[in-house]
């Protein structure tokens, strides 16, 4: 099992660029999260799925954020445009379900706004 | 809001065991306690729940208070690479996400 796999690593941007940071779920998962992790503010749920839907996009923090699930095996965290306090380390996670216990990060993808 | 409580950081030598506590006074009583861990660097990562009772797995051992208003997690043999983040959480074992609160910093001193 490879694990839930995000890309990019590393991203470093430009104030005002579109960002695109990519998730890819742990085969046969069916529910992934969104998590920002700062120093200030520790790691924050942004918007989860369960199924492919959108359950809860509470915690994004604003128009500029948008986040899809096409289908079971790929997820985006969309930025547009970005801002140097989007700077961040951006982690997705999946489970089987959204009533189950484990969560399976992915390496994260830290994110620079210039 | 994170509805636990735990020290910022903890010392722990290696080989012996850590401890590490929560409180959780407001705990519910359909509320699991779980624990995870994130190293540098890293996601966070499952180690262990429970309701009530006290549990074991490979990692840990998780001892959770009669009233369940506290627990404490046990690294029966810490090692150096057992040095991260641990948190807390209580949640509803149901449709509710896992929301983190800020940890606790333990170091494994060789």
């Known amino acids: 099992d490879a694990g839930v796999i995000q890309s990019p690593r590393h991203e470093v941007t430009e104030m005002g660029q579109e960002v695109t940071l990519r998730c890819k779920p742990i085969?046969?998962?069916?529910?992934l999260f969104w998590y920002r992790q700062t120093m200030m503010r520790g790691l924050e749920l942004l918007i989860y799925?369960?199924?492919?839907?959108?359950?809860?996009d509470s915690g994004m923090p604003e128009d500029r954020f948008s986040a899809k699930m096409p289908n079971a095996s790929f997820s985006t965290l969309k930025i547009q445009p970005s801002e140097p306090r989007d700077s961040a380390v951006y982690f997705c996670?999946?489970?089987?379900?959204?009533?189950?216990?484990?969560?399976?990060f992915g390496s994260g993808t830290q994110l620079s706004v210039l | 809001d994170a509805k636990t409580t735990q020290p910022p950081s903890m010392d722990c030598a290696e080989g012996r065991a850590a401890n590490l506590p929560c409180n959780h006074s407001?705990?519910?009583?359909?509320?699991?306690v779980y624990w995870y861990r994130q190293i540098h660097s890293q996601g966070p990562q499952y180690i262990i729940h429970?309701?009530?009772n006290n549990e074991t797995n490979e990692m840990a051992s998780l001892i959770i208070t009669e009233d369940r208003k506290s627990s404490t997690l046990i690294l029966p043999h810490a090692t150096l690479r057992d040095t991260a983040v641990y948190y807390c959480?209580?949640?509803?074992?149901?449709?509710?996400?896992?929301?983190f609160g800020k940890g606790t910093r333990l170091s494994v001193i060789a």
């Open positions: 996670a999946s489970s089987r379900t959204t009533t189950n216990e484990k969560l399976f």
């Open positions: 085969s046969g998962h069916n529910s």
């Open positions: 799925f369960n199924n492919n839907v959108p359950i809860d």
């Open positions: 407001t705990i519910s009583g359909n509320e699991y």
């Open positions: 429970g309701l009530k």
């Open positions: 959480i209580v949640r509803v074992e149901g449709n509710t996400p896992l929301v």
